[in-house]
Antibody, heavy 118, light 110 residues
Framework: QLQLQESGPGLVKPSETLSLTCSVS??????????WGWIRQPPGKGLEWIGY???????YYNPSLKSRVTISADTSKNEFSLRLNSVTAADTAVYYCARLTAARPDYWGQGSLVTVSS | QSALTQPASVSGSPGQSITISCTGT?????????VSWFQQHPGKAPKLMIY???YRPSAISNRFSGSKSGNTASLTISGLQAEDEADYYC??????????FGGGTKLTVL
């Protein structure tokens, strides 16, 4: 059974870097069949696509976040990570990691609330 | 990239059918058959209900169906049940290789 679990600080100061890790069990992130990505949801608002990566390391980012986002993988730990630089209060959201099969996120983590505040 | 357009809310009575639209452009919804639909209950992660316009994951009820015409995709729920009350989101692959979500639709079962 595939499981994804987000982890990381729940509070980040403005202008600093948000870092989250997604631990994957039940599948290998090195598999060439899937992509691995991040999605966020500000409180009371809709879903926003952040980006995703392929096993080769190729990445695709939301153009509105591209200058601040990095998604990378640690295959030895079967984890992938999100880094978002220069955060503001607008980056406060629940952050989900997900597996993608043919352009659809079919397995999701439970989500991790990150609040940007001093 | 702009979010796909969904109605903010829809409602229906138990047993009725409702349809939620998702309008994009020729660069996303109209370009590929990679439209998905998600159901989200409060405090929960989204759940995949429909993929590639009209395919259902094995565990999803056949009361849920999808379709597409041009730049607009639709989700239809037949035989509405109380547990269908949730937020629904569409998503589409784009010609840039990215993904985009709709703004979400709140379904109320009266």
């Amino acid at each position: 059974q595939l499981q994804l679990q987000e982890s990381g600080p729940g509070l980040v100061k403005p202008s600093e870097t948000l870092s989250l890790t997604c631990s994957v069990s039940g599948d290998s992130i090195s598999s060439s069949s899937y992509y691995w990505g991040w999605i966020r949801q500000p409180p009371g608002k809709g879903l926003e696509w952040i980006g995703y990566m392929y096993s080769s390391g190729r990445t695709y980012y939301n153009p509105s976040l591209k200058s601040r986002v990095t998604i990378s993988a640690d295959t030895s730990k079967n984890e992938f990570s999100l880094r978002l630089n220069s955060v503001t209060a607008a980056d406060t959201a629940v952050y989900y990691c997900a597996r993608l099969t043919a352009a659809r996120p079919d397995y999701w983590g439970q989500g991790s609330l990150v609040t940007v505040s001093s | 990239q702009s979010a796909l357009t969904q109605p903010a809310s829809v409602s229906g009575s138990p047993g009725q059918s409702i349809t939620i639209s998702c309008t994009g452009t020729s660069s996303d919804v109209g370009a590929y058959n990679y439209v998905s639909w998600f159901q989200q209950h409060p405090g929960k992660a989204p759940k995949l209900m429909i993929y590639e316009v009209n395919y259902r994951p094995s565990a999803i009820s056949n009361r849920f169906s999808g379709s597409k015409s041009g730049n607009t995709a639709s989700l239809t729920i037949s035989g509405l049940q109380a547990e269908d009350e949730a937020d629904y989101y569409c998503s589409s692959y784009t010609i840039s290789g990215t993904l985009v979500f709709g703004g979400g639709t709140k379904l109320t079962v009266l």
